[in-house]
């Protein structure tokens, strides 16, 4: 059973976005400060926020079952 949860536009839309919240690509000897907080801590946050949003607004949507 393939559903819109299961196109390659979902997931790319979850790779693209987790790639940008886990700061791998963040020098380790950075010391950029936003907020108090090391600006790596503001991206990942950030980044999970966008995570959550879009998932939720996928969840939004109805369910394959419920469209019948």
Same mark, same amino acid.
């Given at each position: ?5 299961? /196109? *390659? ?7 693209v976005? *987790? ?9 380790a ?7 108090? *907080?090391?600006?790596?801590? %503001? %991206?990942?946050?950030?980044? /999970?926020?966008?995570? /959550?949003?879009?998932?939720?607004? *996928?969840l939004?949507?109805?369910?394959? /079952?419920?469209?019948?």
């Amino acid at each position: 059973m393939r559903g819109p949860y299961l /196109s *390659l536009k979902v997931w790319g839309v979850y790779v693209v976005l *987790l790639l940008a919240a886990v700061p791998w690509y963040w020098p380790a000897d950075d010391e950029t400060r936003w907020g108090g *907080l090391p600006a790596w801590v %503001v %991206v990942a946050i950030a980044g /999970s926020v966008a995570v /959550s949003a879009y998932t939720a607004w *996928l969840l939004r949507r109805p369910w394959p /079952s419920e469209e019948e």
